[in-house]
């Protein structure tokens, strides 16, 4: 490491990416000096992966050039990076769960020690010293990593937190030079994150750190220098101070952009032309007859887990007929896990879920659905190999009364007029706009009582994120439909929830009305990892 | 000139019947992930069963009909059974039970029927057409063949295309979860699938049993150029299979009418990896890329 | 609306040192730590094992032994790709074709002595299998089944085409090897045949078993849980993948050639894609990714026809349905394992060993047992 | 690495129980002094088959017909007071399958003699072992020469005459009644085809010999080479193929249009099997319609000569024991091949030996059921030593059409054999 420090630099210079007609990355410009820690922050979707993937040679860039030492890294294979002195964690952990945590960390620095293969084969003293060597590096590496008891483990059994360190040690028995962090502490406590932050300030000055992370009180405590990204742009430089200050970092992340200009995600995406009755309006929304209203969907202590992850942890709210209820947090704080619990897609590890009074813990998807509870998914919800017409028709095929399905096409398509004209595409052809609005339009084929939206603005422009969340409001002010909403977007859900709550690392941390939440500092901490009055506890 | 005439009019019909093998294994590779060895044995069962009708009742047709039929249930009835209780495991146990049915299949077989095949009578005439005065290799029973082939298929795609079982089954083999949550009964769709491809395999052995009789062990070959021809196709691919099937058969009659029949599984290994080197997921499956 | 619960994180800083009790001492055999040494070892404990079996058999279970042993070979080469790599091969019947004609020809036609015939099947295979893996490297899942499969059927058609070379449907016959006279006139052949090919196979257990928990063994683990991963982590996929089917072969390749030594023969009829799927079948019932679990599946691919036949030849029945009432039960038998043990043999004897060593061991040794599931596991 | 040592450990342990516990069952009698497999009321004898499988039809009936035959003579009495019983395993025609059952023969059942091992690639592996423990190899039930050889082979014997005086005798005849005209074959790529084109090559001449197409045992299509022996313009089709093909080749040709004098070798022609397979296609005439006129030739009476003494025994044979299955060739070759094996035990006298059954062989039989003589000596153990002409009538019937012939399997003449068959004993004992 040390002579050739000083060349250890990272150049990224106007690297531009498109997936189709997604710009992922738009002249991206980052450098990265030796020995300082870097942060890449951003929304969700803002091409932070992409930039990392750029970096290990998994996505090539259609322009801009990046070099190492030096050196371009066009054409780099990804298994050559660890010889190069650059190593990466994953998002996740994407440990071999079917090997020992040091056997993981072994895979790591294989390239360090390579004994011959005969010699292997044989079980020449050779390679058993090779091995000797090996094994004593990467207990060396699980022992900096704060996880050396668990060498023996299998890693697919260890807790989250573990596994994510032992990741953090396949990545460092290479012993780079520059160290590529992918969300290192997306899914980890408070706890947790505290010591993988002391972990990263170790690496100081020794090493050239780069990290991808949702979590802002990561980032603000160990970087020396955050890039924010957004829509595959950098929109921000600067110390973590300056960046927290930054007006338009803020309106990235809560969504409040009335003073910049929409900027395009989608070349083919314009947004519709004629906006869904019930624009929305700009202040909080001034319902009343609350307190009248029974709740539709009660959770209680709800438990639910993906793996070693917990993802839901003791969640308990209420949501009101009529009313719209906002949950809100960053990215793996485990909203969507609570909708997919409700819904039926994820069994429940424990706690209860009751609809309109019933008991619903654990019914399967395809039963709930049956009692008037609509889920629009994530992302692509809409099936891409069905046509406009057909992911509509879906949503009502459970519903006998075949005439009603008829009626309740027709009036998605009045709802809708842009799906109308596309009904006969695939909805692969879409784009993200219209495909969210296919998603909500066949929720609604059957005319559910309430509906759960998971993060419909994810990934859309501005104006179409305005378009769809008014539409929501709209839908509920007029048929009177119950409405639990995951957004990352806070300004924006909260536009027009009646109801707040706020989750992190599984666990509700705040829930109150919209317009107290809207100010609330719990949420600033929430997104931005800005101090507030519980860090002090 | 007439040689080649015959030897593509007879890949078109060897190839209609793969078609046919290949069209059953991509249903059930849709609906369940699952390559089912079994298939031959199952198409073997429901063909001596339509022999059985046929010899009792004198009737070809309802023993078509039989067959079809009796695929549906079967294939039906193994998925509950049987696929079930694999679905979760390892992918790899779902292919050993298949490959255990298989066998317990052509042991069953031997048992009730004995080893030695049978003839199977054909619906039409297998005289062949006279074009130009020379009679090519092409009878009205492999005009009906082709044209029974197509019309399952035709009849498929028009029951995925236009029904709404069809809507259901294609959105549960395409994306379950969100299935789910339109309210399809996602099981009920894979046991369904079971069932049609099983009807589609029937259909095949009904179609060549004429050609190849009707034993235990007859219908082998049909299984093995039927799975290189879904994967030629792309496993995905209902289409695919057609047109893998079609490619199979053409390209291994030339093999064996130029080079010798004793290449010709030699030229299906040279075919399949040919299309696979080109196209790692088969002709009409489109190749996604890899996540990160 | 209610709130959940406060966040309170329980600390799960693990525990610094290894901190585990020393295991007891009946699972601690005192062993040489050099993997050499340890390797001979093993092999003369095995071999001193094989030889008191080989002793205690009379000739047509020392042959048995010996069909055990060549499939053993085999089924070792298969969990490499299959298990430890996770490529799925349908066409390993092939490869030992491959490696059966290979020692025929040398030692039929080349006046080869049997060791360096061996060897060469093995290398011949290898190169065979470069070849195939090169091309699987490029498919997944049932695409590469697919491949495969059609090699398994494809291949034979070799030996039809060049009848001079390969002996057409008849193949080639070659002299079992003879006893030396050191060991007697009345020297049963069978018994040197079960030497010989568990000679074979104990090598094949030796250096695999070296390979798999070296570098090799956790590369085409890690590549087998995560290629991306892998590929960070700095391993050249493709070229591990290769290696995979490559050691695998060379592993088919020998278990040819000790067919061909064991059966005199090389011919097609031997080498259907009955017999791939029978390999299939045997790494699937005996434990996919492990070497245990190649022994148990080669005893099945062995013992499970006679036992079928046995149980079959209590009934007395119409032929027709006695001819056939193996293949019923064999079939039968295989439903029944897959879907009461799915993780094959060797799965379900380290899991009832651990449930067992739980209720043994008691508190002292809970971190004893907790160390025995990882190391099962660590096994698969 | 602890644990790979310890699971090693475990596994070598499991591998000495279940040695163990193998080892404590089976091989447990032995005979002493006296001949293996032959005890004061039975003698015991092994053969290997395709029961299940590809290669299973009309071939698995074989056995069954002989054990059939077997129980009808130990009924009688059996021969000098011993009851044969037959073991017959099946080895699914897999040529490493046929090694395992014969050393479990050998080893574990202790047989007295192979007796009717089934198959070329099969039987072949295992001649060497035969040979060098000993064990009587009786009526090979394939017609390759490889068994006619006393000298190499002391111990092996053939039954059916070889498919080179098969293709001799059918080219003779071929060479003086369709002299002029170009003739085709249509054979199986192994040595049962080849052999029968070599003998055919014998007495046709080449330049008769227009084309001649191999088909692999298994495909699906025969129409590639059906379509290449039209376009060649043969005015004689010879077919050396099994029923299977025999019938696939009818059909295609029946597709084509293409109308050929048809010669089919002695395999492929049982007209019970080939017109089962065809009975779809007959429309009310005789099910054998497609093979009507066809010359073929035979060594055994045909199955549906009822009129005959010996398929007279056979039908009685058969309706009393294993009267389920069918009644074709191949119940004919089971039961004449058990009564030549009964006539060898008998000869062997009232201790038979294994040295003693290869001298009663040796020293020649009586033909029994055959046409044609055997060719048994000290050196020669090729079995019947030739054929004679038949052709398919109307009704679907085997009748011959020539004397017996004989020959040698090499380039000797061919030559009348005059003796008549003898009639079958009453009680089925020779």
Known sequence: ?537 | MSRFLDLTLNGVSTGMIYASVALALVLIWRATRIVNFAQGGMLMVTTFVALAVINKTGSYWLGFFVALASGLIFGALVERVLIRRVEGGPPLNAVIATLALLILLQGAAGAIWSATPRSFPPPFSIRGYVINGHRVLFSPNDLFTVIAVLGVALGLFGLFKRTDVGLRMRASAFAPGIARLEGVRVGRMLTFGWALAAMAGSLAGVLVAPAVFVGPNNFDPLLVFGFTAAVIGGLDSPLGAIVGGLILGLCLSYVSGYLGSALVTLGALVILIAVLMARPSGLFTSTRTRSV | MSVGAKPRQPPAQPTAGTGAAPPPWWRRPRLPQQTLARSILLALVFGVVLYIVSELFGPFNDLRLATGAYYFAALAGLTIVTGLNGQISLGHGALMMVGAYTTALLIGREGWALAPALVASALTTGAVGALLGGVAARLRGPYLAGATLAFAVGLPALAYQYPNTFGGANGLEINPPTPPSALGANFPLERWQAWIACFGALIVYVLLANLLHGRSGRAFRAVRDDEVAAQIAGLNVGRTQVAAFVVSAACAGLGGGLLAMVDSLAAPGAFTLTLSLALITGVVVGGLGSLAGAVWGAIVLVMLPVWTGDIAGAFSLPTQIQSNLPLILYGLILIGVIVAVPEGIQGALRAGASAAERRLGGRGHKLASENLTNAAQKEG | MRHFVKYSCATAACLLTVGLAVSGCGSSSSSSGSTVGVTATSVTIGSHTPLTGPAAPGYSEIDPAAAAYFKYINSQGGIYGRKINLIYKDDMYNPAETVTVTKELVLQDKIFAMYAGLGTPTHTKVVAYLNAEHVPDLFVASGCPCWDNGTTQPWTFGWQPSYQIEGKILGQYIAQHFAGKKVGVFYQDDDFGQGGLAGLKEEVPASAIVSTQPYQPGTTTVAPQITAIKSAGAQVLVDFTTPIYTALERLTSFTLGYKAQLVIGNVGIDPTTVGALLASYSKGKASTALIEGAISDDYLPSPTDTSNSWIALFKKVHDQYEASAPFDGNTVYGMAQAYTFAEALMKAGKNPTRQGIVNAVESGLPPGPGLVPFRYTKTEHGGYGGVAMTTINKNGQIVFIGPPLVTNPGSGPITQYTTAQATAPANGLP
């Open chain 1, 1 to 537: 490491m040390g002579s050739d420090e000083s060349a250890s630099k990272l150049e990224i210079d106007s690297v531009s990416v498109r997936f189709g007609g997604l710009r992922a990355l738009d002249q991206v410009s980052i450098d990265a000096a030796p020995g300082r820690i870097i942060g890449v922050i951003g929304p969700n979707g803002a091409g932070k992966t992409t930039l990392f993937n750029v970096v290990c040679g998994f996505v090539r860039p259609d322009a801009g050039t990046l070099r190492w030492r030096g050196r371009s890294l066009a054409g780099v294979p990804p298994h050559q990076l660890a010889r190069l002195g650059i190593a990466r964690t994953l998002q996740g952990v994407r440990l071999f769960p079917r090997l020992s945590a040091v056997e993981n960390v072994m895979v790591g620095g294989g390239h360090l020690h390579r004994p011959w293969f005969v010699s292997t084969l044989l079980g020449l003293p050779r390679s058993d010293r090779a091995e000797r060597a090996l094994r004593a590096a990467a207990l060396e590496a699980l022992d900096q990593a704060g996880v050396a008891g668990v060498a023996e483990r299998m890693a697919g059994g260890l807790p989250y937190a573990i596994q994510k360190r032992v990741g953090l040690a396949r990545a460092l028995v290479a012993r780079p030079s520059l160290l590529l962090l992918d969300e290192p502490a997306g899914g980890l406590g408070a706890d947790e994150v505290a010591g993988v932050a002391e972990l990263i300030r170790r690496l100081r000055g020794s090493i050239t750190v780069m990290l991808v992370e949702h979590r802002m009180d990561l980032v603000m405590s160990v970087c020396d220098d955050v890039a924010v990204l957004d829509a595959g742009a950098l929109i921000a430089r600067g110390t973590p101070g300056q960046v927290q200050a930054d007006p338009r970092v803020l309106s990235a992340y809560l969504g409040d952009r009335t003073d910049e200009p929409a900027r395009e995600r989608k070349s083919a995406d314009s947004p519709p032309e004629s906006a869904p009755t019930g624009s929305p309006r700009k202040g909080r929304r001034q319902r009343t007859a609350v307190e009248g209203k029974s709740a539709a969907l009660e959770v209680e202590d709800l438990v639910a887990t993906y793996g070693p992850v917990r993802a839901v942890d003791r969640v308990s709210l209420n949501v009101d007929s009529g009313s719209i209820t906002a949950v809100l947090g960053a990215n793996g704080a485990g909203k969507t896990s609570l909708l997919r619990t409700v819904s039926g897609l994820l069994a429940p590890r424990g706690g209860r879920v009751s609809y309109g009074g019933k008991d619903i813990t654990g019914l399967p998807a395809e039963e709930v659905v049956r009692r008037g509870l609509g889920h629009v998914p994530e992302g692509a919800g809409a099936i891409a190999e069905l046509t406009v017409d057909e992911n509509l028709r879906l949503g009502s095929l459970w519903r006998r009364d075949r005439r009603d399905r008829a009626v309740a096409l027709e009036e998605v398509y009045d709802l809708f007029p842009r799906l109308r004209e596309r009904r006969k595409q695939f909805a692969s052809s879409l784009s993200g706009g219209e495909r969210q609005m296919l998603s909500i339009g066949r929720a609604l084929m059957g005319r559910p009582q309430m509906l759960l939206l998971d993060e419909p603005s994810l990934g859309l422009a501005p104006l179409v994120t305005e378009q769809i969340m008014g539409l929501i409001s709209g839908l509920s002010e007029r048929s009177g439909l119950t409405v639990l909403l995951v957004e990352q977007n806070a300004d924006s859900a909260l536009s027009i929830a009646d109801h707040g709550v706020v989750l992190n690392v599984g666990r509700v941390v705040a829930a109150a009305d919209a317009v107290t939440l809207a100010g609330d500092e719990q949420l600033r901490h929430a997104y931005l990892g800005l101090p507030s009055a519980q860090d002090s506890e």
